[in-house]
């Protein structure tokens, strides 16, 4: 496997375990400047997932999207795909401690 490949199957599994804590712990559906999303976020992460609206401007034309903030680094990781299980396109991945903290966070022992 590729550094290409293993860096998209490290963002496809933060995803999945992004979508399950918003889906388990996160907010209602809300508006974000646009596009409505759903948002978790604790004292380390912000996670906001949303849906794009048909032909809204300005924006790629990926259906879903994802931000994943850390605190105290910033944004860590910006996804967008167009179907469910299709593989991201990665707009920003930032590796580090966060990764094993995030994917513990979502499958407690």
Do not use: H
Not at 21 to 46: A, Y
Not at 53 to 80: C, D, I, T
Request: include cysteine.
């Amino acid at each position: 496997m590729t550094s290409s490949e293993e860096r998209i199957e490290r963002a496809k599994s933060i995803r999945d375990a992004v979508l399950k804590l918003v889906d388990e712990k996160g907010s209602v559906w809300e508006p974000k400047r646009g596009p409505e999303c759903r948002r978790f976020e604790n004292q380390r992460f912000i996670m906001l997932f949303y849906v794009k609206p048909p032909g809204q401007q300005g924006l790629p034309e990926a259906l879903y999207g994802l931000e994943l903030w850390f605190r105290p680094s910033g944004k860590v990781l910006n996804l967008s795909w167009g179907t469910a299980g299709e593989d991201p396109q990665i707009t920003t991945f930032r590796r580090g401690e966060w990764e094993p903290e995030l994917l513990a966070l979502a499958n407690p022992t």
